[in-house]
C-alpha cells in the first residue's frame, strides 16, 4: 500500500515514509510529516498490548511498571519501522509552530 504527498499527490512507497517526524517529499520537496493520530494510536496500542503482555507472564505492581518501560521505547519504534508497511498513515503538509511561547499577558 502507499500514501500521497498532500502537496503534489505523488505516491509514496512506506521505505520514503517516516511514522514519526516531518519529511522532504522526493518530487516537490515540500515537507510533511504522517498524521499526528497515527503515532499516537500506535504508542498507545503498543502500551496496551505490553501491559497485557507482562501481566499474562506473572509481572504485578511495580516489576510490571519496570518491564512496561523498559519493553516500551525499543518495541516502540520496531512497531512504527514495521506497521507502517501493513496500514500506511495518512499524510499531512508540515506546519511549522509560529507560536511565540510568551508568558504572562500584555504589560500596560
Known sequence: MRSHCPLCNTFLKAGQILPAGRFRCPVCHGEIRASGGYGQCIFWGTLSVLICFFWILGYRDEHLIYA?????????????????????????????????????????
Open 68 to 108: 512496561v518501560l523498559i519493553a516500551l521505547v525499543p518495541v516502540d519504534v520496531f512497531v512504527l519501522r514495521t506497521l507502517k508497511y501493513v496500514i500506511p498513515p495518512d499524510l499531512e503538509p508540515h506546519l511549522p509552530d509560529l507560536s511565540l511561547h510568551l508568558k504572562g499577558g500584555p504589560r500596560s
